[in-house]
């Protein structure tokens, strides 16, 4: 992907199923759930780099000990700088084998239960206080409870409200200390009130019946009980798997199949609206405990975010890539001799392979019998992964960027060729206009075609992703241009009135102010429009744009329709909030976040 955007975190739970002896038998080390927790996180480092926490939690602690352990970094890299810390506060392993509770009472991070995060801070602190997990201490283990999540809520006002009504005094505003303090609360109630016949599953629906947004949400509690749960809606992944030895959560896939050599039919996906609980003695069962929604997981982690070695995503992926190459033949006038096919690294390739299947069933059907058919392809753009834009003089600066990507010289006919690159997104579109296009434009190509696996990202998010504000999409930029070229802008104004007037009256009636904007022009004329404002000044090459269609979307990722990055569709009465925040603080040019 061109552009940087943060976006959602990394969470991961285990809960070892035999004691620290057992491991130590059979694998030799006494840390068998550390280790394993590290590589899942290991898998999972792209969901996170601005910081890392690891917790774990010992059955049986005694007394005057800590039930848990707990360390976080934020210093990069987080995540190696974090292994680096436990690791170096580990002391030599015995020659003799030691007893488990002796293991869990003399070394650190050894423990039955453990609890991992990396996170992508979408705004807000960064310190080491905005680091999961976060604990909830009590003098009771039962009412002790850390909590690390993948989670963005669009309520976190009401939230901080119920909490002040309650009689709490909220020492923050971040949504993690919130969610922290909110289920603490019920947690506490539901031991005080139902000491024989305490249920998480009802302390979990308590606190969270009116959560807005999305989570995927794992605690542990100091008495060894441990729980997931996941928005009834799905938008955040969470995947699962047990067997007689451990209970392993995590936000992807893949990771726990390289930690744990299962198959991709071994892991289940959790089930949106319920509760992964697990006991005490480590027993597994799943409760309801939101209400049923539609579901509407999100399709940006197929597009994007998630890893593409999951089976599904590969596949989803290269699909997007295929259903592209109609158009792409089209703006190249089927031309093959002089057109050239590559792809923006590195997520993008996964659609490029599909894109290039799909030319070379195509090649095949047109090339006279008795020629051997022949698709160009070749990686043009290198990104340079070391590269640092050092030079504090601004002009400077500018040229300097574009350095980022370098080129691959003598797969390019100058003057003659059509180069078609294909990325899996175009958000904000700086590095595609200051970076991308330039360096391309050297080669010397007659017609640079830009595909983009997703459809124009019109509409701003706030379930997780750094995209909050209408002026940072180009999408959104390009039709207020097509407004005042047509002479429209009193549409603009009249959206504007619109959006204040709902965000003064109440949430469930509120609709997306911003659609008549795009309403108001075709799919081509938008298109068209963000060309215009990608081409950088001086580009030689003539520049078309290619984006997925929605419809071809939904084909190609038929089980995520969380796609109202693109339609507007939001998924809770929060996002209509949202986008309606949006165009307000667009149109008096604040510039603040949406929520």
């Known amino acids: 992907m061109s552009d940087q955007i943060k976006h959602e975190c990394a969470v991961t739970l285990l809960r070892l199923r035999r004691g620290v002896e057992y491991f130590q038998r059979k694998y030799g080390t006494a840390y068998y759930g550390f280790q394993k927790l590290a590589l899942m996180l290991e898998k999972q480092h792209n969901r996170g780099q601005d910081g890392a926490g690891i917790a774990c939690v010992g059955l049986d602690p005694e007394p005057g000990v800590p039930c848990y352990r707990l360390e976080k970094s934020n210093r990069p890299p987080c995540l190696a700088d974090l292994l680096e810390k436990i690791g170096s506060a580990i002391p030599p392993l015995p020659d003799e084998p030691l007893s488990g509770d002796a293991m869990k009472h003399l070394y650190p991070f050894c423990g039955e239960l453990y609890l991992g995060h990396l996170r992508y801070g979408t705004f807000g602190r960064s310190g080491l206080e905005a680091c999961h997990p976060f604990v909830r201490e009590n003098a009771c283990l039962d009412r002790t409870l850390l909590l690390a999540g ?348 619109e959006a204040k007037r709902q965000l003064s009256g109440p949430e469930p009636e509120m609709t997306n102010c911003v659609k008549p904007v795009y309403d108001e022009f075709t799919d081509a004329e938008l298109t068209d429009a963000i060309a215009r404002r990608l081409k950088p000044e001086g580009l030689r090459a003539e520049l078309t744009l290619v984006f997925q269609t929605c419809a071809n979307l939904a084909k190609c990722c038929p089980d995520h329709r969380g796609d109202w990055y693109f339609t507007g569709d939001y998924p809770t009465p929060g996002g209509f909030r949202v986008v309606n925040r949006a165009l307000v603080n667009y149109m008096e040019k604040r510039d603040e976040r949406a929520y």
């Open 150 to 497: 993948n989670f963005n809520l669009t309520d976190t006002a009401e939230i901080f409200r119920i909490l002040q009504a309650t009689g709490h005094h909220p020492a923050s505003r971040q949504d993690g200390a919130l969610i922290l303090q909110l289920i603490g609360h019920y947690l506490e109630q539901m031991r005080d009130r139902r000491r024989h016949n305490f249920s998480l599953a009802e302390v979990l629906a308590d606190a969270m019946r009116n959560f807005d947004g999305a989570y995927t949400l794992c605690g542990l509690l100091g008495n060894g009980e441990a729980f997931a749960v996941r928005d009834p809606a799905g938008i955040r992944p969470g995947y699962y798997y047990f067997d007689d030895e451990v209970v392993a959560v995590s936000s992807e896939r893949p990771a726990i199949q390289a930690a744990f050599d299962c198959s991709t039919a071994e892991v289940g996906e959790l089930p949106p609206g319920q509760a992964l609980l697990i006991s005490r003695d480590a027993e597994v069962r799943f409760e309801q405990c939101l209400p049923r929604k539609p579901l509407r997981r999100c399709v940006f982690e197929r597009i994007y975010f998630s890893r593409g070695n999951d089976a599904g995503i590969h596949q989803e992926r290269k699909a997007l890539g295929r259903a592209l190459v109609p158009q792409l033949l089209e703006a190249v006038n089927r031309d093959w001799e002089n057109t050239l096919f590559s792809y923006i690294p590195n997520t993008a390739q996964i659609s490029f392979h599909g894109m290039l299947e799909a030319l070379q069933e195509e090649c095949w059907r047109e090339t006279p019998a008795g020629r051997m058919p022949k698709v160009r392809f070749g990686q043009i753009a290198v990104k340079d992964a070391k590269f640092r834009t050092f030079i504090a003089d601004a002009a400077a600066r500018r040229d300097f960027y574009m350095h980022i990507y370098d080129v691959t010289y003598g797969l390019l006919h100058p003057g003659s060729d059509s180069l078609v690159v294909i990325d899996d997104s175009i958000v904000r579109g700086n590095t595609m206009r200051n970076a991308i296009l330039p360096i391309l434009d050297r080669l010397a190509p007659r017609r640079i075609v830009i595909a983009s696996a997703a459809p124009p990202i019109r509409y701003p998010d706030c379930y997780g992703i750094d995209m909050a504000s209408l002026r940072e999409l180009v999408a959104f930029e390009a039709a207020v241009d097509l407004l005042n070229m047509h002479g429209k802008s009193e549409l603009l104004e009249r959206c504007y009135e």
